[in-house]
């Protein structure tokens, strides 16, 4: 596979990234969660909150396929090395898009001089960050109905 341009995604992509995510997380993760943790996630990701996180410093990251449609993407919190949100669509599923988004984000920091990175992972995605590297800093938790395993990677 070639390695896939890994672009910076800006305000005018947030429909686009809102589109993606909100897909995905309704056909894959919204099962894992109750009411109260669908309709906390879904406040995550409306537009107006993901644009507040980006004009905040946040990154969001995205890669393309050969049509220009969203084919992944990925918000990364740079002060806190922390892996916010990542997505890939269902016809680009398995081909190394998320990965190659981690790896990026994994390279940024090392030039940065961070010791490690950390994610929130939904429990349908934890095997996904161990097969890169990432290992379980406890238990899984819920906050406001959202399950997930803080895992991190140094």
């Not at 393309?64 to 993407?73: E, P």
């Amino acid at each position: 596979m070639d390695t896939p341009d890994i672009q910076t995604l800006t305000i005018r992509d947030l429909p686009r990234i809102h589109s993606l995510v909100l897909n995905r997380y309704q056909a894959e993760v919204a099962p894992c969660f109750d009411a109260q943790g669908q309709a906390s996630f879904e406040q995550f990701i409306e537009v107006d909150a993901m644009q507040q996180r980006l004009m905040g410093g946040g990154m969001f990251l995205g890669i393309q396929d050969k049509d220009g449609k969203l084919a992944a993407m990925m918000e990364y919190d740079s002060l806190h090395t922390h892996i916010a949100l990542l997505f890939v669509h269902e016809d680009c599923a398995g081909k190394g898009l998320g990965s190659c988004l981690i790896e990026h984000v994994l390279e940024l920091c090392q030039r940065m001089g961070h010791a490690r990175i950390s994610v929130c992972a939904f429990p349908n995605s934890v095997g996904f960050y161990q097969k890169l590297g990432f290992s379980a800093e406890g238990e899984e938790q819920c906050n406001e109905g959202i399950r997930f395993l803080w895992m991190v990677r140094p």
